[in-house]
């Protein structure tokens, strides 16, 4: 078996096999590096002149199509290239040298090598594989095996034109007060305010209480001062007054006596 390492674009032989003319079922293994997961990869052969089918890659093994080693040639080489599922190519590789086709032995009337399928059934064939490979790559990744690391943040887009103001929304519930406040400065003196009415007359209050006595006074010096006496008067006198008076009978009386001084 032929071993092939593909890594990106280049190919080497990794294990070499004598290849003869006539054989069949020679088969070549190949191991591929990152880039070719997920394609759908196809080997193509060269041997100098004939036109050569193409083989579709299984499983990482391939058997030599039976045209390729049908006679001898001077060098037979092999090729990848992978496409996607729709059929864009995406990586193809260089031809690698797998050796000299040397002139095998044959028993004469041995009967021939079945021929590789015609292109109508390897067209058909890879239609399938390509549906299927499609599907599993579905199915991968909607398990989220593709999913790589985060990117690095794009740059900010340009701002977008202002849209229409909104409808207000309802009023929402009022929230709870807020603490109380710092005292703020005085403010300035109003201007005076208007006289009132007079008020209704209160109640008489009670009576005060008593004055001081006055200091006694001196006695006067005026001349020719009136002086009051008080006198009692004789019976005789008493009789007098009346008849002077013209008060009649009284039985008793006093009277006051002014002098003069």
């Not at 299984?58 to 039976?66: F, G, H, Q, R």
């Not at 990586?91 to 004469?108: E, M, N, S």
């Not at 590789?116 to 058909?124: H, L, M, Q, R």
């Not at 929230?175 to 109003?190: I, L, T, W, Y």
Request: with cysteine.
């Amino acid at each position: 078996m032929i071993e092939i390492t593909v890594d990106y674009k280049d190919a080497r032989v990794k294990k070499w096999e004598t290849l003869t003319s006539g054989s069949v079922n020679v088969k070549i293994r190949f191991s591929f590096s990152p880039e070719w997961d997920g394609l759908i990869k196809t080997v193509c052969f060269d041997n100098g002149g004939d036109k050569l089918p193409s083989i579709s890659l299984k499983d990482e093994e391939i058997t030599i199509p039976v045209e390729a080693m049908a006679i001898p040639c001077e060098s037979l080489k092999a090729g990848v290239y992978g496409e996607r599922a729709d059929g864009t190519l995406v990586i193809p590789t260089v031809y690698v040298h797998l050796g000299k086709v040397k002139l095998g032995a044959v028993k004469t009337g041995r009967p021939a090598a079945p021929p590789t399928p015609d292109w109508t059934t390897v067209i058909e064939t890879e239609v399938k594989r390509a549906v299927a490979a499609a599907e599993d790559v579905q199915r991968r990744a909607d398990a989220g095996e593709f999913k790589g690391e985060r990117g690095p943040a794009g740059k900010d887009g340009a701002d977008g034109r202002n849209g229409t103001d909104g409808k207000n929304g309802p009023q929402g519930v009022a929230g709870p007060a807020g603490p109380k406040g710092e005292q703020g400065a005085p403010g300035r003196d109003g201007t005076d305010g208007r006289n009132g009415t007079d008020g209704a007359p209160g109640a008489q209050g009670p009576p005060g209480k008593d004055g001081r006595d006055g200091v006694n006074g001196k006695d006067a010096t005026v001349p020719h001062a009136v002086v009051y006496d008080a006198q009692s008067l004789t019976a005789a006198q008493q009789e007098q007054v009346r008849k002077n008076l013209g008060l009649g009978n009284l039985t008793d009386m006093s009277y006051t006596v002014l002098a003069t001084w």
